[in-house]
């Protein structure tokens, strides 16, 4: 264990940054993707101590974050004084503000979660610690195993297979088969895992207004506990509109990037905040939105990579549910595992994501190091 050393705040001594495009097989979730590119950072300081945080990409274009990673944020953090990381989180946003928040964004949200990787490791604390958790432990619901060329029979399978692992709660997709296909899809899982188990509704931002507002109110009959994306996110008035509806809670996020992205959605548009660290700002950015939610009586519950957002869950002032999807298992040496429907963030210092190194260099097409 790397503990921090009295008096001595660190300084960042070496930066690389990795590239890695893996093909996904079968086409994973709502999204259909069938690629994943990966661009993970690793901050080393000068007493040995290392942090890694990562973007990603369903599809190409991270080639872009990787550029932007080595030209700006490369030169920007070796030498940093970690304390100062904070205020050079927002000195890179200004810095890139004419690109906008896409690539940009997503490149610092890689470098900050790998300082605060970096930081809880040289506290010797694993991140949610650090970060002030709120909890030991936050529920999942399984979000894998159900996908629109699933037939119906087999996504009431995959309820059932994770109720049985003691899920209380499972997510399925609508969007892509006619509304009342969709909708009676739905309520062949509700009767199959009774009414005990929460069932989570995804529509990807597939609908228009009047099929949403149609296919809310079938779905609040259900007892669906959240109507996820069911709106492009630029559509601010259209989720006002349908959150003033018979819709269930409205579940937004998964889309938006930094926090001005979620404000315009506090005030009616949402219950439920889905911010994706690695693409919205970093952990810095998700604790100021779980902050807004926090404000405005809101939850918040991440998007995908339940290894890094189970810290983040855990700390979260707003945080309730953990989405439990296999994003990343083909590049971890370790995933998640949950018990009775829970799962508590490991013990180790920082994150504590093991990554499978081999499987990293099997997918790498690109890599730049820099050393103070």
Known sequence: M???????DGVVDRVEVTLVDMPLGAARGGSGATQLQLVRVKVTADDG???VGFTYSLGPGAEAVAALLEAVHMPA?????LQDWDRTWY???DRTSRLGAGVAL???SAVDIAVWDLRAVRAGVPLFRLLGAHREDVPVYGSGRATHGMSTAELVEGALSYVAEGYRAVKLRVGVHPPAVDVARVAAVRAAVGDEIAIMVDANERLDLATALWMGSALTELGVAWFEEPLPSAHVRAHLTLAAAAAPPLAVGEHLLGLGGFTPFVSGGAAILMPDAPLTGGVSEFRRIDALAEAHGLAVTPHFL???HVHLTAAARSGTWLEHFPLLDDLLGEVLTPVGGRVAPPQ???HGMV???AALDRFTVRTALAVR
């Open 348 to 350: 180790r210092p920082g």
């Open 306 to 308: 339940p290894e890094l």
């Open 106 to 108: 997503l490149a610092t």
């Open 2 to 8: 790397t503990v921090r050393q009295a008096g001595h």
């Open 91 to 93: 000195a890179l946003r």
């Open 355 to 357: 990554w499978d190194e």
């Open 77 to 81: 953090v070796l030498g940093l004084p």
């Open 49 to 51: 101590a290392a942090g």
